[in-house]
C-alpha cells in the first residue's frame, strides 16, 4: 500500500503548489495524477527499464533517484539550522487535551510509524544478496539510522521555519519552508526535486512485494502464473503487474487516511 501513497502524496504536493482549489471536484483530479505516477513507474519496471534482473531491484537508480529528495532536504535544513528561526518554533504553550488513554496515543503514533516504515523492505531481496547474514543486518541499521537523522534534522528545519502554528496549517512543509529562504522559484524547485524522488520510493515499493510472490509462487503457495519470468528480461512480470494493479484500484478507491491507517498496520 506505500505505493499508491507516495503517489497521491505526489498528487497532492502537485496541487499545492500550483495552487490548485482543494473542493470535492478536485479529488477525481487528484486520483487520476496520483494513478499516472504508479502507471508509469509499473510501465517501466514491467518492461525491463529499471535495470532489473529477475526480481533484483536496480539499487543504483533506486538511490539516484531518492538522494535526489535527499539533497533538497539538505538545502532546507541548512537554511533553517543557520538562519533566523520563527518566533514561536520553541514556546508550544498551553495544549487542553482530554485523557483518552493508550489507544488515543496509539492512533498519534501511525503518521510516525509510517515515517519509519519501509525497513522490512530489505527482507525480501535476502536470497539475491551478497552474504546476507552480514550485510542484510548492517543495511538494516545503518539505513533506518540514516532515515532517522534526516527525518529529524528536516522537522527541527521545518519548525524553526514556519514555527508551531505554521507547520501546523501546512500539508506541504518542505515546500513552505524552501519558500521562505528561496522565494516561489526555489519552492517548485524542492517540490520538484523531492517528487522525483518519489519515483525511487515507488520503485521499491512496487519491486519489492513482487519478490515474495514469486517466492510463494515458486514454492506452490501462491498463483502458479506468478513464477513465471518474463522471457526476455528475466523479470516476474505477472507479480509486477499484480502489484501495480491493486495499487491502483487503492489509489482510485481508497482514501488517504484509511490507506496510511492500513499500511501502518501492515507495517509494522
Same mark, same amino acid.
Do not use: C, K
Given at each position: 500500500m506505500a505505493a499508491e501513497i507516495a503517489g497521491v502524496v505526489t498528487a497532492r504536493?502537485?496541487?499545492?503548489?500550483?495552487?490548485?482549489?482543494? &473542493?470535492?471536484?478536485?479529488? &477525481?483530479?487528484?486520483?487520476?495524477?496520483?494513478w499516472g505516477v504508479v502507471a508509469v513507474r509499473w510501465g517501466a519496471?514491467?518492461?525491463? /527499464?529499471?535495470?532489473?534482473? /529477475?526480481?533484483?531491484?536496480?539499487?543504483?537508480?533506486?538511490?539516484?533517484?531518492?538522494?535526489?529528495?535527499?539533497?533538497?532536504?539538505?538545502?532546507?535544513? $541548512?537554511?533553517a539550522l543557520w538562519g533566523p528561526a520563527a518566533p514561536d518554533w520553541l514556546s508550544a504553550g498551553r495544549?487542553?487535551?482530554?485523557?483518552?488513554?493508550? !489507544?488515543? !496515543?496509539?492512533?498519534? $503514533?501511525?503518521?510516525?510509524?509510517?515515517?519509519?516504515?519501509?525497513?522490512?523492505?530489505?527482507?525480501?531481496?535476502? &536470497? &539475491?544478496?551478497?552474504?546476507?547474514?552480514?550485510? $542484510?543486518?548492517?543495511?538494516?541499521?545503518?539505513?533506518?539510522?540514516?532515515?532517522?537523522l534526516v527525518y529529524l534534522l528536516a522537522n527541527v528545519a521545518y519548525l524553526r521555519t514556519l514555527g508551531l502554528a505554521g507547520l501546523a496549517g501546512t500539508e506541504t512543509p518542505a515546500a513552505d519552508a524552501s519558500a521562505r529562504w528561496l522565494g516561489a522559484g526555489g519552492a517548485r524547485f524542492v517540490a520538484a526535486a523531492i517528487a522525483v524522488s518519489t519515483f525511487g520510493f515507488l520503485d521499491l515499493a512496487i519491486l519489492a512485494p513482487t519478490r515474495v510472490y514469486y517466492a510463494m509462487a515458486s514454492d506452490g503457495a501462491f498463483f502458479p502464473a506468478l513464477a513465471k519470468l518474463h522471457p526476455r528480461f528475466q523479470t516476474p512480470g505477472a507479480a509486477?503487474? $499484480?502489484?501495480?494493479?491493486?495499487?491502483?484500484?487503492?489509489?482510485?478507491t481508497g482514501k488517504y487516511g484509511d490507506l496510511l491507517n492500513t499500511v501502518v498496520f501492515a507495517d509494522w
Open positions: 504536493d502537485l496541487t499545492a503548489q500550483h495552487h490548485w482549489p482543494r &473542493e470535492v471536484r478536485w479529488v &477525481e483530479a487528484v486520483a487520476v495524477v496520483a519496471v514491467a518492461l525491463g /527499464r529499471m535495470e532489473t534482473r /529477475r526480481s533484483n531491484i536496480g539499487a543504483g537508480a533506486v538511490v539516484r533517484l531518492v538522494s535526489n529528495g535527499v539533497g533538497a532536504l539538505a538545502v532546507i535544513i $541548512l537554511l495544549i487542553d487535551a482530554t485523557p483518552s488513554g493508550a !489507544f488515543a !496515543f496509539g492512533a498519534a $503514533l501511525i503518521p510516525i510509524l509510517f515515517a519509519y516504515g519501509g525497513w522490512q523492505n530489505a527482507n525480501y531481496v535476502a &536470497e &539475491e544478496m551478497r552474504d546476507p547474514a552480514r550485510h $542484510l543486518p548492517r543495511a538494516l541499521i545503518i539505513g533506518t539510522a540514516i532515515v532517522v509486477i503487474v $499484480l502489484q501495480s494493479f491493486w495499487a491502483i484500484v487503492l489509489v482510485l
